[in-house]
C-alpha cells in the first residue's frame, strides 16, 4: 500500500479546465525498459499520492532496436483498462508529430486524423486530456494543423492542444493564427528546462508564456539523470544506458550546481534530484515538470519533491551556482 500522505495542490494549466499537480509522471520508458507489471505498480502508486498526470508520445520507443513506437501508450492503455477507475482523474497527455515510420510523420491534417485514431485505439480512450504537437512541421501551414487539432476538438477526441520544442517565434505565430482564424491556440507548451539547461527557457519563451497565460511542463528535469547526483565523473557513466546524455554536464558549471544540490539536500534531509524538482516547480511560469521513475523507491521520491518547500536561501543558492557563464 502506498504510504498516506497529502495529495499535493493541483495547478491549473493555463486557461484549459485542465488541473494537474506540480509533477507530470513521463512514460517514455514503458515497454522499453519498463515491463508492463513494474509500469502498473509505479502509475497505481502515482495515482494514490494525488499524481495524475502521465506525459507520453506515440513515437515512444521507436529508437530502440525490436520496437516500432507506440509502446508506451500501449501500456498505459492496458493499465486503463485493467483499472478503469483511473481513467477518470488522469490527465493524459501524449503527442504527434515525430516519424513512426517511413511516411508517417509531420503535422498535416490528413496525418494528424490518422495518428490521433492510432494513439485512442493504443490508449484504450476515448479522448485524450492533452494533444502536443511534438515539435514544429516546416511542411505544413500552422493554420492547417490548428484547423486539424479544432475538428478533433468539436469531436470530442482531444480536450486541449499544446507545442512541445516550440521557440518563442514559432509559438507567437501558431498564437497569433489561432486569433487570425478563430482557432483553438496552443495552451500549454513543452520546452527543455532545468537546473543546467536554462537559456533555452529563460527569457523570450518564459515571457510569451507568462504573458500568454500558458502552461508550462518542461521536460528533462533532471538534466537525463545528471541532476541526480549519480554522475560525477566519467568514470560514472557506464551506469545507465543514458550515462551518454551526461557526459557534457561533466563541467565545472555542472559540478558546481551538484555541490549546490549537495548543500540544499542536506540541509532538508532529501535526495539531490528532489531538490532539482523542488527548483523548477517554485520557478516563475512553471507548472510542472516531467520525471520518470523505474522503481518504487525512485517514485517515492519524485512524490517528496512535490512535498518539498525551498527557502529564498535554497533558490538563492541554486540559482549563483548554476547561472549561465557570460559569453567570451
Known amino acids: 500500500m502506498t504510504p498516506k500522505?497529502?495529495?499535493?495542490?493541483?495547478?491549473?494549466?493555463?486557461?484549459?479546465?485542465?488541473?494537474?499537480?506540480?509533477?507530470?509522471f513521463g512514460g517514455n520508458a514503458f515497454g522499453w525498459t519498463i515491463d508492463e507489471t513494474t509500469a502498473f505498480t509505479l502509475l497505481d502508486r502515482l495515482a494514490d499520492a494525488g499524481i495524475h498526470a502521465i506525459d507520453t508520445a506515440d513515437v515512444y520507443s521507436n529508437w530502440v532496436p525490436g520496437l516500432s513506437g507506440g509502446e508506451s501508450e500501449t501500456t498505459i492503455g492496458k493499465w486503463f483498462r485493467s483499472r478503469p477507475h483511473r481513467r477518470a482523474d488522469t490527465v493524459l497527455i501524449t503527442?504527434?508529430?515525430?516519424?513512426?515510420a517511413p511516411g508517417k510523420r509531420g503535422l498535416s491534417a490528413k496525418y494528424i486524423v490518422e495518428a490521433v485514431e492510432a494513439?485512442?485505439?493504443?490508449l484504450q480512450t476515448d479522448v485524450i486530456d492533452l494533444y502536443f504537437s511534438h515539435v514544429p512541421d516546416k511542411h505544413t501551414p500552422v493554420e492547417e494543423t490548428l484547423r486539424a487539432y479544432d475538428t478533433l476538438i468539436r469531436q470530442g477526441k482531444v480536450r486541449a492542444i499544446g507545442a512541445s520544442n516550440h521557440s518563442a517565434e514559432q509559438?507567437?505565430?501558431?498564437?497569433?493564427?489561432?486569433?487570425?482564424d478563430n482557432l483553438p491556440r496552443?495552451?500549454?507548451?513543452?520546452?527543455?528546462?532545468?537546473?543546467?539547461?536554462?537559456?533555452?527557457?529563460?527569457?523570450?519563451v518564459r515571457d510569451l508564456a507568462i504573458a500568454e497565460s500558458l502552461g508550462v511542463i518542461v521536460f528533462y528535469g533532471l538534466a537525463s539523470g545528471f541532476l541526480s547526483g549519480k554522475y560525477r565523473s566519467k568514470a560514472d557513466l557506464g551506469q545507465s544506458k543514458r550515462g551518454a546524455d551526461?557526459?557534457?554536464?561533466?563541467?565545472?558549471?555542472?559540478l558546481r550546481i551538484l555541490d549546490a544540490l549537495d548543500m540544499v539536500a542536506a540541509a532538508h534531509n532529501a535526495k539531490p534530484a528532489e531538490v532539482a524538482l523542488a527548483w523548477l516547480i517554485a520557478r516563475d511560469g512553471v507548472t510542472a515538470p516531467i520525471a520518470s521513475a523505474t522503481s518504487v523507491a525512485q517514485v517515492d521520491s519524485l512524490i517528496r519533491a512535490t512535498q518539498l518547500t525551498l527557502s529564498p536561501a535554497d533558490m538563492e543558492t541554486l540559482n549563483t551556482a548554476s547561472a549561465l557563464e557570460p559569453v567570451a
Request: glycine content about 8%; cysteine-free; aromatic content about 8%.
Open 5 to 24: 500522505t497529502a495529495s499535493p495542490a493541483r495547478r491549473r494549466l493555463g486557461n484549459t479546465d485542465l488541473e494537474i499537480a506540480p509533477l507530470v
Open 246 to 254: 551526461v557526459e557534457k554536464y561533466l563541467n565545472p558549471r555542472g
Open 186 to 204: 496552443y495552451e500549454v507548451l513543452q520546452p527543455l528546462y532545468n537546473l543546467y539547461d536554462r537559456a533555452g527557457f529563460e527569457g523570450p
Open 119 to 122: 494513439s485512442l485505439t493504443r
Open 171 to 180: 509559438l507567437q505565430e501558431a498564437l497569433q493564427v489561432s486569433v487570425d
Open 95 to 100: 503527442k504527434v508529430g515525430l516519424e513512426m
